[in-house]
T-cell receptor
Framework: NAGVTQTPKFRVLKTGQSMTLLCAQD?????MYWYRQDPGMGLRLIHY???????AKGEVPDGYNVSRLKKQNFLLGLESAAPSQTSVYFC????????????FGPGTRLTVL | RKEVEQDPGPFNVPEGATVAFNCTYSNSASQSFFWYRQDCRKEPKLLMS???SGNEDGRFTAQLNRASQYISLLIRDSKLSDSATYLCVVNPSVGSRSASKIIFGSGTRLSIRP
């Protein structure tokens, strides 16, 4: 089992460019999450999904869109990147957010110039 | 007041020492609690869940104090490999709505010196 994988691992964008981050999990988990982590601020939830075909906004959704067309994949899109979106992005999945641990991907380090 | 608060540290302790951190939460309805460990430039990984009665896993002990609304993590006989950031995680409710309510603390940095 690969667990949770993320692509790409690193990316540098110019302001205004767009990109998509891909998260894939092979554990058949229902719940998937996208977080961003900035120094001193902990993990902040961007968007999440409670199952295939569903998405919902988290704490900091502005500037991001997501899609969950297949259960194993959760995509995070930046339509027009801004320097404020420079961060480390983590994807996570779990079968039950109440009882079970979240499994995280290795992260994507994004820099927006 | 933040929903989940942790002392950012760093805690700098000698190898073999015992160290403890607390994490306070503001929502008294919170139902489940976890400690995660995050190594530098890596993803968080579950260290242990925190049960109402307290629980122990080797050198690690986690406790929950509902009356004072905090959870704690105690590390005994600390090792160099325990150096990391420890994140507390609080889930305030049960059910599908809880999916969006999981709150991560900002983390406590621990550094073990030889």
């Amino acid at each position: 089992n690969a667990g949770v994988t993320q692509t790409p691992k690193f990316r540098v964008l110019k302001t205004g460019q767009s990109m998509t981050l891909l998260c894939a999990q092979d554990m058949n988990h229902e719940y998937m999450y996208w977080y961003r982590q900035d120094p001193g601020m902990g993990l902040r939830l961007i968007h999440y999904s409670v199952g295939e075909g569903t998405t919902a906004k988290g704490e900091v959704p502005d500037g991001y869109n997501v899609s969950r067309l297949k259960k194993q994949n959760f995509l995070l899109g930046l339509e027009s990147a801004a320097p404020s979106q420079t961060s480390v992005y983590f994807c996570a999945s779990t079968q039950s957010p109440h009882y079970n641990e979240q499994f995280f991907g290795p992260g994507t380090r994004l820099t927006v110039l | 007041r933040k929903e989940v608060e942790q002392d950012p540290g760093p805690f700098n302790v000698p190898e073999g020492a015992t160290v403890a951190f607390n994490c306070t939460y503001s929502n008294s309805a919170s139902q489940s609690f976890f400690w995660y460990r995050q190594d530098c430039r890596k993803e968080p990984k579950l260290l242990m869940s925190v049960y109402s009665s307290g629980n122990e896993d080797g050198r690690f002990t986690a406790q929950l104090n509902r009356a004072s609304q905090y959870i704690s993590l105690l590390i005994r006989d600390s090792k160099l490999s325990d150096s990391a950031t420890y994140l507390c995680v609080v889930n305030p409710s049960v059910g599908s709505r809880s999916a969006s309510k999981i709150i991560f603390g900002s983390g406590t940095r621990l550094s073990i010196r030889p």
